[in-house]
């Protein structure tokens, strides 16, 4: 199971400038796209039932107000330990290890790169 230290860790690979609980949930929901929309003939029910669980959580969550969209409540609420729950069990029917995914911050640009650009630009 996904715990507090596991969401630590992947709080620490996003860039500080983002709202990370927003974060992963876009991208969660990219890539739920992704497999979905190319793969659906090819899982079965159980496999998609659970990343179909958390597609419909995320909008719950925002739903109910900001509060759930801070580090803080990424790391501690029960409504993310729920999702973290569902996640698992989705890594599980894939029979895929419960780990956290690489980071992607590089692919960020922050406030201070966009400034320079069109600095440069301008």
């Not at 501690?76 to 290890?97: D, M, N, Y």
Request: charged share 25%.
């Amino acid at each position: 199971m996904w715990h507090e230290s596991c969401s630590e860790s992947i709080l620490i690979a996003l860039p500080s400038f983002v709202c990370k609980g927003d974060e992963l949930a876009l991208d969660f929901d990219q890539w739920h796209l992704v497999a979905v929309n190319n793969f659906r003939s090819e899982l079965t029910a159980d496999k998609l039932f659970m990343p179909d669980a958390i597609s419909g959580s995320l909008p719950e969550l925002a739903r109910v107000g900001s509060k759930h969209w801070t580090d803080d409540a990424v790391r501690k609420s029960t409504e993310w330990q729920a999702i973290r729950a569902l996640a698992a069990a989705a890594l599980s029917s894939f029979g895929w290890p419960i780990e956290v995914p690489p980071s992607h911050a590089d692919e960020y640009v922050g406030s201070e790169a966009l400034r320079d650009r069109d600095r440069d630009i301008g």
